[in-house]
């Protein structure tokens, strides 16, 4: 059975499969502040969006993190290093990309299993 979680017309913001979570992509709160804060509050919603789904960060499978220039990737992995629980890192991948809104640095999209 496939659960959608505040489905709008263009996404879903959790889909659940088999034990799987998926986010759709998340991105900051407020995009007037710089990569470090923008990466926090990034990752404090993928907290919530976790929770809700019955998961947590330390059953995180896989994260592709977007930053909209690899200038900013050494502050963003400092929020990122802190977040990750040790020895619960996973697998992930980090791109360059253009971003949806010019203010925003950086987004985030996650797979996670259940508790």
């Avoid at 659940?16 to 998926?22: A, D, E, L, P, Q």
């Avoid at 019955?54 to 977040?83: P, Q, R």
Wanted: negative net charge; charged residues 25%; glycine residues 4%.
């Amino acid at each position: 059975m496939i659960e959608r979680i505040e489905t709008k017309q263009r996404m879903s913001r959790i889909v659940k499969h088999n034990g799987t979570i998926y986010l759709c992509g998340q991105v900051c709160k407020d995009a007037e502040q710089g990569i470090t804060e923008q990466t926090q509050t990034m990752l404090d919603k993928v907290e919530d969006l976790l929770e809700q789904a019955g998961s947590d960060k330390e059953h995180i499978l896989s994260a592709t993190i977007y930053v909209k220039t690899m200038d900013d990737f050494a502050a963003m992995n400092a929020v990122w290093d802190n977040w990750v629980p040790e020895g619960f890192a996973p697998a992930r991948a980090c791109v360059e990309a253009s971003m949806a809104r010019d203010a925003l640095l950086v987004e985030i999209s996650v797979v996670a299993a259940e508790k």
